[in-house]
């Protein structure tokens, strides 16, 4: 079973930091690249980070000297923490994961998780 489960959401404070974890089944995972998206009502969705199993990191422009992303490939886990949260922040984070190659193109990525939500305000 192909499985991608988020956890680490809630409500967070403006300047803040944020966690955020995601456990995968080992067909979305081994071998797997796997990102980090998150969505603002109203927009698209947008890449934030993305990790290789060789834990080579890609960031997006707007989080890159905020955000870290690791994986521990021993458990299926992959995080990311995102520090000095701002309101624009605020969205559905998601999980996904795709074979083998980098992208950050949501299209290109097979397996997604239900995702949680992130709220940034004061």
């Known amino acids: 079973q192909v499985q991608l489960v988020e956890s680490g959401g809630g409500l967070m404070q403006p300047g803040g930091s944020l966690r955020l974890s995601c456990a995968a089944s080992d067909r979305a995972f081994k071998g797997y690249f796997v990102g980090w998206f998150r969505q603002a009502p109203g927009k698209e969705r947008e890449f934030v980070a993305g990790?290789?199993?060789?834990?080579?990191?890609l960031y997006a422009d707007s989080v890159n000297d905020r955000a870290t992303i690791s994986r521990d490939n021993t458990k299926n886990l992959v995080f990311l923490q995102l520090n000095r949260l701002k309101p624009d922040d605020t969205g559905v984070y998601y999980c996904?994961?795709?074979?083998?190659?980098?992208?950050?193109?949501?299209?290109?990525?097979?397996?997604w998780g239900q995702g949680t939500q992130v709220t940034v305000s004061s």
């Open positions: 996904a994961s795709r074979l083998a190659v980098a992208s950050s193109l949501p299209q290109q990525f097979e397996y």
């Open positions: 990790v290789s199993m060789g834990v080579s990191t």
